[in-house]
């Protein structure tokens, strides 16, 4: 009884997935670094490194909730610039949010209609999104430029009552994310279909009476939503439209959830895997870019992390 | 007192096949009631309109005098049907209390499941049946016998009268089997009516009261069991009676084909040794799990058996064998091994017949040498052991168990196997089915093979062999002629070893 308590908290036979491997190279990391580089342990990085780890945390967050699903978003990244072009546009921010939000359901819809409706693998349904919402992007502003409203600048770079506000944000996204994963009945549900769909019982969830269609649909909107949530930030931070800064994203917020140990099968995962995933992907860049290491090994390191920490999740374990 | 159920002319078409023809009988309360007949009879498709799954194009159903109509299973649930079908339908990633109340949740305040509550339930399920699990323990780490327990919960926590138990024994072990008979009766007890579908005999007599048995989707006769004698029963299900069932015995036996010789499965065991002869059905009797499936997984290398060795022909092979060589190094030796669990051990269950045929024979092949007539071996495999199926590319998961058993079976005579080990010849698989997988198998040991069978099945071994062996205890305790053995001497040479 007391083993299997300790063997969930750290992810064995547990539906969170293992997530102590990326913590504890999370752990090694901050050492190696508060040890060897003087400028590490600044208020100046510390800010840096929550700026650059929030979008991820973000986009992570929505990602991990198709991936319960056994689905995939590689639109992600798109809806991202999409976002960053859209509020370059001239107008009023408070037409320019909502429209935010407007076009990234559409895309979530295309996508989960996509899916369910006309059978599309999710891996084909969310790369064509991809290249249409990028090709709207460039469409908008081909080249990067243009300017941001003043208020998204103000609301993601200054504080909230008190509190700087990457912090405070923070907090809210991640109670959000919380609240929808772990807290509610759509959340469970999610973790029933991908079950289902990992252990090969694809009408298991149908015949409990569960609105599969519905939910997947609604998890692709919700994914899509979260991508325009770090756009929004990200555009609040560079103060301007680009069409290529999403570009990354998609495969980084995969990566993010792997390392947090969400299983691609489906029905395995959890939101604090997720961002541990999210923190170590953007300590680990600001920490080669404080020890100025190239591009391309950074690049390279990334790919041994992942395969290094998935290796260690001993998957077999696992829920399923 | 009401019926807990009533069919009255319940009929099913499925395209131009007509799997349920006007059905009429009632299941009454406090009463186990069991429904037997061949594949294909239709009981299960009877079960599954009960359970919501399907829907009746014609016909009424009353449960406990109301009539009903349910659009999926939660609905026939929430109406107090429960079913425990063969597949497995809980979701091993979710707790014991998140399946039991899934599309059904509590919910506390801001939208977020009441687990606390949620949980106490179900430990109230649980412990009806007088199990004390842990309700928050995942599906994925409880027994095969657990979760069809919990599925039982399931039904007690929606308060069902009427409980579905489709083969709920087909997976579980004999302590087990006698837990959840326990359970059935505890269910009786409290006047809830139990429809219990299985293919064992004994079982049937042992908890059931009432039967019913269909044929080709009609209804054959409802009655009292205890009017009934197994003899009587398989009479009504086939038209046939029970000594029609199984071949002629072999006349004269080959040279021996196999010897199994001084086998110790631990240290401690007493040597065994036992001959396998050309021409003969061997099987292996006893009660269950004395290490009767020891003795031959510790052959293709499946078991760690402590030492012996296995004579084929001119080759001796030491035991124990690794795994990895074992089956390899017997196909070579021309033996091949019928695993009990087809589904999980035996078949691919998405590929095709002619692929499931053709591994065999590809697997003693050079890898970039492929076989290229395994289509006329299929074709002739197929028409040999009468295998129903559109054509060969047919994927075998869609076939009824005893055209899967066929198929497995194939694999090996395309190889032309001299022996042949099959565990549980004929599990999940009807009668009809059952019939000509025992006249195949006589057919096989005519032409010279060897066969060994194990089975949970003691009428079947008597039927089928020519000899058995008594394992208890990991010995072989009593050497029977087949026509000599009885249940009774059987168990009595078990037992007085």
């Given amino acids: 009884m007391h083993r299997r308590k300790i063997n969930r908290f750290f992810g064995k036979n547990s539906r969170q997935g293992n997530w102590w491997a990326a913590l504890l190279i999370i752990i090694a990391t901050i050492l190696l670094l508060l040890v060897k580089s003087d400028d590490f342990a600044t208020p100046q990085n510390a800010s840096n490194l929550l700026a650059q780890a929030m979008p991820l945390i973000i986009v992570a967050i929505g990602q991990m909730i198709v991936i319960i699903l056994a689905g995939m978003d590689l639109s992600v990244g798109s809806v991202m610039s999409l976002t960053t072009a859209i509020l370059a546009l001239d107008g009023s921010p408070y037409a320019l949010i909502p429209l935010v939000f407007l076009a990234a359901i559409c895309v979530g819809l295309v996508n989960g209609v996509a899916i369910v409706k006309l059978n599309v693998h999710p891996i084909i349904a969310t790369l064509s999104t991809q290249f249409i919402v990028l090709g709207i992007a460039q469409l908008l502003r081909p080249v990067a430029g243009g300017s941001v409203p003043d208020f998204v600048v103000t609301i993601v770079t200054g504080s909230v009552l008190g509190v700087p506000a990457p912090v405070f944000w923070g907090i809210v996204i991640v109670g959000l994310g919380w609240k929808i994963v772990h807290g509610s009945r759509f959340g469970l549900h999610l973790f029933a279909i991908g079950g289902g769909n990992a252990s090969g019982q694809l009408d298991t969830a149908h015949n409990f009476g569960l609105k599969d269609e519905r939910n997947i649909v609604l998890a692709y909107v919700i994914s899509a939503g979260f991508a325009a949530l770090a756009g929004l930030f990200i555009a609040g931070r560079i103060a301007s439209g680009d069409p290529s800064v999403g570009s990354q994203f998609a495969l980084d917020s995969i990566t993010a959830v792997a390392i947090g140990g969400t299983q691609l099968s489906g029905g395995v995962g959890g939101l604090h895997g997720t961002i541990i995933g999210a923190i170590l992907m953007s300590l680990l860049a600001n920490g080669m870019n404080l020890a100025n290491l190239s591009a391309f090994l950074q690049g390279a390191i990334k790919g041994v992390i992942l395969l290094l920490v998935v290796g260690l999740q001993s998957r077999k374990k696992m829920g399923l | ?497």
């Fill in chain 2, 1 to 497: 007192m009401l019926p807990a159920v009533t069919f009255k002319g319940v009929t099913k078409h499925f395209g131009p096949t007509l799997a349920v023809n006007d059905i009429s009988f009632e299941i009454r309360p406090g009463r186990v009631h069991a429904l037997m007949g061949e594949n294909g009879a239709g009981k299960s498709t009877l079960m599954k309109i009960l359970a919501g799954v399907h829907q009746p194009d014609a016909g009424k159903i009353a449960i406990a005098g109301r009539q009903v109509c349910f659009a999926n299973p939660s609905q026939a649930l929430a109406a107090g049907v429960s079913t425990v079908f063969q597949e497995l339908s809980l979701l091993p990633n979710l707790s014991i209390t998140e399946n039991m109340f899934l599309g059904k949740e509590i919910m506390g305040r801001f939208g977020s499941p009441h687990r606390a509550e949620m949980a106490q339930r179900t430990k109230e399920a649980l412990s009806e049946l007088g199990m004390s699990l842990d309700p928050n323990t995942l599906v994925s780490e409880l027994s095969i016998a657990q979760r069809q327990f919990v599925e039982i919960a399931h039904g007690i926590k929606a308060d069902a009268q009427v409980f579905i138990l489709d083969e709920p024994t087909a997976a579980l072990n004999a302590a087990d089997v006698q837990v959840l008979n326990a359970r059935i009766e505890k269910l009786k007890a409290k006047g809830k009516a139990i429809v219990y579908i299985s293919h064992r005999m004994d079982e049937i007599f042992a908890i059931c009261d009432d039967v019913t048995i269909m044929k080709d989707g009609a209804h054959v006769a409802t009655q009292s069991l205890s009017d009934l004698t197994p003899e009587r029963l398989i009479t009504l299900m086939v038209g046939r009676e029970l000594n029609d069932l199984f071949p002629d015995r072999a006349r004269d036996l080959g040279p021996v084909r196999l010897s199994c010789q001084d086998l110790r499965l631990t240290p401690e065991a007493s040597p065994l040794s036992f001959d396998l002869h050309s021409g003969e059905i061997l099987g292996l009797a006893g009660l269950e799990g004395q290490g009767q499936s020891e003795i031959v997984r510790s052959m293709i290398g499946q078991y760690a058996a402590n030492s012996g060795k296995v004579r084929i022909g001119s080759q001796t092979v030491l035991l124990p064998v690794t795994a990895s060589a074992g089956v390899r190094n017997m196909q070579q030796l021309s033996l091949g091994f019928v695993p009990e669990d087809r589904k999980e051990e035996g078949l691919l269950l998405g590929a095709a017949i002619r692929e499931n045929i053709g591994i065999g024979l590809q697997s003693a092949r050079p890898g970039f040498k492929p076989l290229a007539k395994v289509a006329d071996v299929t074709r002739r495999i197929m028409a040999d052991l009468n295998i129903k199926a559109g054509s060969s590319t047919t994927p075998v998961g869609t076939l009824s168990g005893g055209n899967q058993q066929k198929v497995l079976l194939g694999r090996y005579l395309a190889s032309d196997m001299d022996i042949l080990i099959i565990e549980e010849p004929t599990r999940g698989v009807d009668i009809g089915a059952k019939v000509e997988i025992y006249r195949l198998l006589r057919e096989l040991a005519q032409r010279g093979m060897a066969i060994l069978v194990l089975s949970r099945e003691t009428v079947e071994l008597i039927g089928l062999c020519d000899r058995l062996l008594v394992v208890h205890d990991r010995k072989i305790v009593s050497e029977l002629a087949g026509a000599e053995a009885s249940e009774h001497n059987i168990l009595n040479a078990a037992l007085t070893s």
